[in-house]
């Protein structure tokens, strides 16, 4: 079982991976006008997921 201050630090990373991925999409918004919507960052979030667990399972 994760400690108190391990699951803490995971949602620090969370959290610190979410901030460096606006930053970036805002980066590139500004640089070049790309946009992925929503839609797209779900969908594409669900596919890195199932061949994150697929690897994990090998």
Known sequence: MNSPSGSHRAK????????????ARAS???????DLGRGSRVALDAELDR?????RAR
């Not at 620090?12 to 930053?23: N, P, S, V, W």
């Open 28 to 34: 590139l918004r500004e640089w070049n006008g790309y």
């Open 12 to 23: 620090d990373e969370d959290a610190e991976r979410a901030a460096r991925a606006e930053q």
């Open 51 to 55: 061949r994150i667990g697929e690897a």
